[in-house]
């Protein structure tokens, strides 16, 4: 017992500083690439290539002065960006981060809980995010900040819809398991599931735009309207665990989109390689090699995230409306219903 | 009937299947923004690479000193009298005998000021300074916290000695021959038909 909670703990800390680490460095990658896209050279002033700038924007963050208002409501206003940030770092325990490693005679899996009502777990947690938004919006006592808070909760809820679908044809074609880890390890013998689902992967990855409020989804704190939206009131750190928590959010679901779609930490020839390098299951090169693959299409996805919201202006409301019931949603009941008859002809469902 | 060759007829055609799929539209602006990975970058690092400035350019004033090392000025007031900010103001002092190298006429200025805040940089006082003597340069003013300290006296005008600034570009032939030239307001306010 006490060793199971040393390796639990152990992973716990470990993959609770990765993701702030990786929030971090998404921020410095953000700008920086966001200036290589726009021709200038973007933060290169604290450290080679401007590599301490996370820790200068903390500690500017951190010792800013802090404004509460007086009319807002104290207590929720302390208390939404701290739930926004928790919720955003909760949806990470599902991620298998390698292949299971084995020290002594034990197999210790590379992930925090392998729930296994993984998806519905993962889908429950990322709507508790909006919690955060609506009830920060709300506290502040401030129009604009209400307009961008009922914004992101009008988007959240339509876009979790067309996800869950497209969720469901996912389950269905990884072999009808709701694990993360299984449907992770389903792709390991033959090919990652964006083979069977094309469709349901583009639907996958604009609900996960708009669930992160990522441009050209960012309706709730677009600047040019609504001043900042939810957080316009929040100042210093308050502030900074919100734009935080919006690059945790885009860190876990770009994981989510690795693991479901393309394989996690497999690749292929995986096996071949491994044969080749006299490795055995357990080892712990496999699981760093697992590692780094899983780790590499992570950072592809977040590149993606940041390439996309540097191009593309946002939607008009009425746009994000129109595309979310009227296009997302039918599309991933179409998606739903074709994912049913190839995988019965493939022999996967029985009748 | 047309007017003009600019004129252009207004569309009504309803979007293609392709463009309202809104995909191809997405990946082709991504494809332009990704080939600006590559682009050559116009930035100029500052503090460490600097843009070089035209020979016109007006920046901080220098009192310069001749070939000895003394001071050029003779503190005659043609450059108070031609700023039009009224940002300089002088003293002038006789030379004592043994402070030949320090000063190179009988006359030298014991203060002179320039006003950093009303200086408007025009640079009427090097065009009617007849010693040579005051010149602007490529140099910025820096900024300061407190009014006082834009007033720059001797310490900050006149050049050290081991360390000259260069104004060969806005000393050139045709500036010195355009000094001499007669009839200028400068070159004959002693004139007494002009103090009047």
Known sequence: MAEFILYKSIICVVIFALSLGIAAYSTWWERKFAGLLQDRWGPSRAGWWGLLQPLADGGKMLWKEEIIPNVSNKFLFVIAPALFIVTAIVAGVLIPWAPDLKIGETFYSMQISDVNVGVIFLLGVTSIGVYGIMIGGWASNNKYSLLGAIRASAQMISYELAMGISLIALIITAGGTLSFSEIVKAQDAGVANIVWQPLGFLIFFVCALAETNRAPFDLAECETELVGGYHTEYSAFKLGLFLFAEYINMFVSSAVMAGFYFGGYNFPFAAELYQALGLETGDWQISLIGFLVYFTKVAIFITTFMWIRWTLPRFRYDQLMNLGWKTLLPLSLLNLALTVVVEFFRGNIHL | ?196
Do not use: W
């Not at chain 2, 002088?90 to 009988?106: N, Q, T, V």
């Not at chain 2, 950093?116 to 007849?130: H, K, Q, S």
């Not at chain 2, 032939?173 to 200028?184: N, S």
């Open chain 2, 1 to 196: 009937m047309q007017l003009t060759n600019r004129s252009k007829l207004v569309s009504h055609k309803t979007q293609s299947f392709s463009e309202r799929l809104y995909l191809p539209a997405v990946l082709k602006g991504m494809a332009t923004t990704f080939s600006h990975l590559f682009k050559k970058r116009p930035t100029i690092m500052y503090p460490e690479q600097k843009r070089e400035y035209a020979p016109v350019y007006r920046g901080q004033h220098v009192l310069k000193r001749d070939e000895n090392g003394a001071e050029r000025c003779t503190s005659c007031g043609m450059c108070a009298v031609a700023c039009p900010a009224e940002a300089i103001t002088m003293e002038s002092a006789e030379r004592k005998k043994g402070e030949e190298g320090l000063y190179r006429e009988e006359k030298y200025a014991k203060t002179y000021e320039i006003n950093m805040l009303r200086c408007i940089f025009c640079g009427l006082c090097e065009e009617a300074c007849p010693k040579e003597a005051i010149f602007l340069t490529d140099r910025q003013v820096p900024t300061e916290f407190e009014r006082d300290d834009f007033i720059y006296g001797k310490n900050k005008l006149v050049e050290p000695i081991d360390k000259p600034v260069d104004v060969t570009k806005r000393q050139t032939p045709q500036v010195l021959e355009f000094k001499k030239k007669p009839g200028l307001k400068h070159n004959t306010l002693f004139d007494k038909k002009q103090l009047k």
